[in-house]
């Protein structure tokens, strides 16, 4: 069994940035799995944000988010984090940490087995 916790959501204005976490605990073989950040905002569906592949060599984008977030990962400390710059009301949501069982990075939700309970992201106009 796999837990992922994600923190450091909260609210912030636009154009300010915020620092997600997520650890990764239990039976996690997040030392060769690919992981991936989703969000979902009221009254929408879950949509991809950011993955990133096993070594940290691979990364991907959705591109609403190209340029202004950074994903990045620590498997020593088990752990992926997602920086976000120049935030934007259309980035209110409730953020996911995701985890796959291999390493190949895919912005599919439906090919990640693991996931968190979320972390609120308000951004104010």
């Known amino acids: 069994q796999v837990q992922l916790v994600e923190s450091g959501g909260r609210l912030v204005q636009a154009g300010g940035s915020l620092r997600l976490s997520c650890v990764a605990s239990g039976r996690t073989f997040i030392n060769t799995a690919a992981m991936g950040w989703f969000r979902q905002a009221p009254g929408k569906e879950r949509e991809f944000v950011a993955a990133?592949?096993?070594?940290?060599?691979?990364?991907e984008y959705a591109d609403s988010v190209k340029g202004r977030f950074t994903i990045s990962r620590d498997n020593a400390q088990n752990t992926v984090s997602l920086q976000m710059n120049s935030l934007k009301p259309d980035d209110t949501a409730v953020y996911y940490c995701a985890q796959r069982k291999t390493g190949v990075v895919t912005d599919l939700p439906s090919e990640y087995n693991y996931w968190g309970q979320g972390t609120q992201v308000t951004v104010s106009s």
């Open positions: 990133i592949g096993w070594r940290g060599y691979t990364t």
